[in-house]
């Protein structure tokens, strides 16, 4: 007999998920960006951006909108929106930042980053955004070029810490609401 694992499924997280995503941000960001970057600026932003206290809060904050993608009730991916932050770039007080999007490295190439984004998308509509934007480190190819794919377009830089480093982004935007340049 042969079994077949369930399909992903994407739903906003709940409180319950602050343990798990804690785990999955740190082990996502890690696989990300550990190569190419020191122990110790990990350790520390790891600590700061992924403890489970830090996830729980975020969890409970109402600007923020966390999506997951589970199957069998393990967590495979997970993005961040939040509202009321302005970008630069846009003339837009209603964009929405895309502020974190990451896909377990054993889900690469199995559309589940399209069906997140595509669920990102649909959160930042039912929020009335009329823009998404996000920043990408700059050495972040195969993230740039999915964003690429995915509508975005790079309209300026920003710096991001990484513990002790600063680091270069690009800020990247999609229009939602169609005439919009």
């Known amino acids: ?4 694992a369930s399909h992903p499924t994407i739903r906003r997280a709940v409180s319950g998920d602050a343990a798990a995503l804690a785990d999955l941000g740190r082990r996502t960001f890690s696989d990300a960006f550990a190569a190419h970057n020191t122990p110790h600026d990990m350790a ?4 700061a951006a992924y403890a489970p206290a830090v996830q729980a809060l975020e969890l409970a904050d109402t600007a923020l ?5 589970e199957r069998d009730g393990v967590l495979l991916a997970y993005a961040l929106l939040r509202t009321g932050k302005q970008c630069e770039f846009l003339n837009d007080p209603t964009a929405v930042e895309l502020q974190r999007f990451y896909v377990d ?6 559309g589940l980053a399209q069906a997140l984004m595509t669920a ?3 959160a930042a509509h039912a929020l009335h ?11 972040n190819g195969r993230a740039i070029r999915f964003y690429e794919v995915q509508g ?9 810490v990484l513990g002790t480093d600063t680091q270069q982004d690009l800020v990247m935007t999609r229009m939602l609401r169609p005439g919009q340049a």
């Open 1 to 4: 007999m042969t079994t077949h």
């Open 44 to 47: 520390l932003f790891l600590e």
């Open 65 to 69: 909108t966390c999506l997951v993608a």
């Open 105 to 110: 490295a054993s889900c690469h190439g199995t």
């Open 120 to 122: 990102c998308i649909a």
């Open 129 to 139: 955004a009329g823009a998404l934007f996000l920043g990408v480190w700059e050495r």
């Open 152 to 160: 975005f377009q790079s309209v300026g830089r920003q710096s991001f």
